[in-house]
């Protein structure tokens, strides 16, 4: 006798949107380039079908290969639909343009990724559309910054450069006592470790260049959304004319196959390299919430399954430049650079206290940020050991 069982995700991220039948016997989900379809009928040409039917109409619509990835995504955020787009940052823009028009107001986290925040900014102003930057620890304080003109809240957990957690739930319950809609950036733990509609969210937003893709080659972005939400994102996208090329579609999908055993490396390699360097003496602290110190560790605990690679650093004291480049300048495994989620390490500096509004960002020293690619964390560890000596000698000269 066999017992019935929810899958877990894991089985999922492998399984979800596998058609074999229907792709001659094949394991993967052909790839299909097409801009042109062609109709038999002239009626089925001027009444093209919608892209939910899974029917081919034109080539910005979709073809078999972004069915089967979106199909996919859909099943692991648990979302009425997906849509896939050109960037992670078109993802962002599509979400923060599809419910507003002018005179409307939105709320944003004050550490949102800030290409996001320069669209608020730059373009959402000039359509006449106010944003408000919120604290991003504010939880169901929320409620008192929602005005009568509020279209959505926009949030991001763990937050860009700071890494503060979100009390996502608190913030959701709010935002639907005043009808407003939610999204969510949630680039950092991926479907696999969070799932922002199963808390609410109306729209779970990817940058699926990053650890869905995971191998540094791969330009993507996804929308998530539930039924209600989800036609206006699409019309959004349309109007844009954003599209997802196929091979990305097909990278995609091909990445979300072995996405679980990545992340697992990442979550254990930056483990370690977080508890390595709490006990250095060049750090004042780590930025990172799955461990047990930091301020956001109740909540990740709560919500999150798992940890990605990403994390930050601040330094014990105010470090030269030149030393800090010194440092990262001569690292043999962490490269200078953006777009992480990759195999790859990397590091970056970071400069919260040039664009967040709501608190002074303290610090004793620079910020850093590094991801933990799926090297040797012992390696990475020597790495960033010798880094440090090369760090308080140049600070000395």
């Known amino acids: 006798m066999t017992t019935s069982r929810v899958e877990s995700k894991r089985t999922r991220l492998v399984q979800s949107a596998r058609h074999s039948s229907d792709w001659n016997g094949a394991l993967n989900a052909p790839l299909m380039r097409a801009s042109t379809i062609l109709f038999d009928r002239l009626d089925e040409y001027e009444v093209r079908p919608e892209r939910s039917s899974g029917k081919l109409s034109y080539g910005i619509a979709g073809t078999t290969t972004h069915f089967a990835f979106q199909e996919a995504l859909a099943d692991l955020e648990g979302?009425?639909?997906?849509?896939?787009?050109?960037?992670?940052?078109?993802?962002?823009?599509?979400?923060?343009?599809?419910?507003?028009?002018?005179?409307?107001?939105?709320l944003v986290t004050d550490s949102v990724y800030y290409p996001a925040r320069r669209f608020c900014d730059k373009i959402l102003k000039r359509q006449g559309?106010?944003?408000?930057?919120?604290?991003?620890?504010?939880?169901?304080?929320?409620?008192?910054?929602?005005?009568?003109?509020?279209?959505?809240i926009y949030m991001e957990t763990p937050g860009s450069l700071t890494f503060e957690m979100q009390d996502v739930p608190a913030i959701v319950a709010a935002a639907r006592k005043h009808g407003v809609r939610t999204a969510l950036d949630n680039t950092w733990a991926t479907p696999l470790f969070y799932r922002p509609l199963e808390q609410g969210v109306d729209l779970s937003i990817q940058a699926g260049t990053k650890y869905i893709g995971g191998h540094g080659d791969l330009m993507l972005g996804y929308i998530a959304a539930n039924e209600a939400s989800f036609?206006?994102?699409?019309?959004?996208?349309?109007?844009?004319?954003?599209?997802?090329?196929?091979?990305?579609?097909?990278?995609?999908?091909?990445?979300?196959?072995?996405?679980?055993?990545?992340?697992?490396?990442?979550?254990?390699?930056?483990?370690?390299?977080?508890?390595?360097?709490?006990?250095?003496?060049?750090?004042?602290?780590?930025?990172?919430p799955a461990l047990p110190e930091d301020p956001g560790h109740a909540i990740w605990k709560r919500d999150f399954d798992g940890a990605t690679g990403l994390l930050g650093i601040v330094l014990a004291k105010p470090y030269a430049r030149r030393a800090v480049e010194a440092m990262i300048?001569?690292?043999?495994?962490?490269?200078?650079?953006?777009?992480?989620?990759?195999?790859?390490?990397?590091?970056?500096?970071?400069?919260?206290?040039?664009?967040?509004?709501?608190?002074?960002?303290?610090?004793?020293?620079?910020?850093?940020?590094?991801?933990?690619?799926?090297?040797?964390?012992?390696?990475?560890?020597?790495?960033?050991?010798?880094?440090?000596?090369?760090?308080?000698?140049?600070?000395?000269?």
């Open 329 to 397: 300048e001569s690292y043999r495994y962490f490269g200078i650079g953006a777009s992480w989620g990759s195999f790859a390490s990397l590091v970056v500096s970071g400069y919260p206290e040039r664009h967040q509004t709501t608190r002074r960002w303290e610090a004793t020293g620079p910020l850093l940020r590094y991801h933990i690619g799926l090297e040797d964390p012992d390696d990475l560890i020597n790495d960033l050991a010798t880094g440090f000596e090369r760090l308080e000698q140049a600070n000395k000269g």
């Open 231 to 288: 036609r206006a994102v699409y019309d959004m996208a349309l109007f844009h004319g954003h599209c997802c090329g196929p091979e990305e579609a097909y990278q995609g999908l091909r990445g979300l196959r072995s996405m679980g055993a990545r992340l697992d490396q990442h979550q254990r390699g930056a483990l370690a390299v977080a508890r390595w360097l709490q006990e250095r003496p060049e750090v004042d602290r780590v930025l990172y």
């Open 129 to 152: 559309v106010e944003t408000t930057y919120y604290d991003p620890t504010i939880g169901a304080g929320i409620e008192a910054l929602i005005r009568p003109n509020t279209k959505l």
């Open 79 to 106: 979302a009425a639909d997906a849509i896939t787009l050109p960037s992670g940052l078109a993802a962002n823009t599509v979400a923060l343009q599809a419910f507003v028009s002018q005179g409307d107001h939105i």
